[in-house]
């Protein structure tokens, strides 16, 4: 690693660790999560007409209203978390200061690593799938390594090839995240992909939901 690279590293893993964390005890309340897309529904004079003509004459309940969440946005209320698929200006409003869930596609090889540490990116553990991507740029402090989530986990087999370079199996991890912290992927923002792909600078232990 040259002068320059090591310095962006350095600079990486202090972003790192001034990251701001979700507490395991602040999982969000799911039916304070459905009152709050709800009322977003209500004062969108838009989506208010959109839902009325789902419900075509039925009881507004909570099963109604997640039924329509999911059949016209791709939205899914997970243990107080947001499953969602892609963006558009009306799920960008949804979405807005809520928590979600998203995936992270690795191996079983790398899992005592990421119990211990969390997800980080591939400049900082050594473990680089690509480097193109996992490398540090000196020369572009805003193009800095990432970790790489994703809303579909079928659209690139980050697994595949994560077991091709470190042995074991393939695991997808579901992960909890603050939407307006996930930022879309520069790398993929040119191919069909990129609709799904985003990145964060770490995603601690804790915020793992399905860690064996």
Same mark, same amino acid.
């Given at each position: 690693m040259?002068m ?6 350095v600079? $990486?893993?202090s ?10 005890a ?6 304070v999560?459905?009152?709050t897309?709800r009322?977003?529904?209500?004062e969108?004079?838009?989506? %208010?007409a959109r839902?009325?003509?789902?419900l075509?004459?039925?009881?507004d #309940? ?7 969440? %999911? ?19 009306f799920?960008?409003? $949804?979405?807005k200061?809520?928590e979600? $869930?998203i995936?992270?596609?690795t191996s ?12 980080l990116?591939?400049a900082?553990?050594? &473990?680089k799938?690509?480097?193109?991507f996992?490398?540090?740029d000196?020369?572009?402090? %805003?193009?800095q390594?990432?970790v790489? $989530?994703t809303? &579909?986990?079928?659209?690139?087999p980050? #697994?595949r ?8 199996? %393939?695991i997808v ?6 939407? #307006?912290r996930?930022?879309?992927?520069p790398?993929?923002?040119d191919?069909?992909?990129?609709r799904?792909?985003y990145?964060?600078?770490y995603v ?5 939901? &399905?860690l064996p």
């Amino acid at each position: 690693m040259d002068m320059n690279t090591e310095v962006a590293a350095v600079t $990486l893993v202090s972003r790192l660790l001034e990251t701001p964390r979700i507490q395991e005890a602040q999982l969000p309340d799911e039916k304070v999560v459905r009152a709050t897309l709800r009322r977003r529904v209500r004062e969108h004079p838009k989506l %208010e007409a959109r839902y009325q003509d789902f419900l075509d004459d039925e009881v507004d #309940d909570s099963e109604m209203f997640d039924d329509f969440l %999911e059949t016209d946005f791709g939205l899914t209320l997970r243990d107080g978390l947001i499953d969602f698929y892609r963006v558009d200006d009306f799920v960008d409003y $949804l979405l807005k200061g809520q928590e979600v $869930l998203i995936y992270h596609l690795t191996s079983t090889a790398l899992l005592p690593q990421i119990k211990a540490n969390g997800l980080l990116p591939g400049a900082v553990t050594g &473990n680089k799938v690509n480097p193109r991507f996992d490398d540090p740029d000196p020369e572009n402090p %805003e193009r800095q390594p990432h970790v790489f $989530l994703t809303t &579909n986990p079928n659209s690139v087999p980050y #697994d595949r090839w994560a077991v091709g370079q470190f042995g074991g199996d %393939e695991i997808v991890l579901e992960v909890r995240a603050r939407y #307006d912290r996930l930022e879309f992927d520069p790398d993929d923002d040119d191919i069909d992909s990129g609709r799904f792909q985003y990145v964060v600078p770490y995603v601690p232990p804790q915020d793992i939901l &399905n860690l064996p």
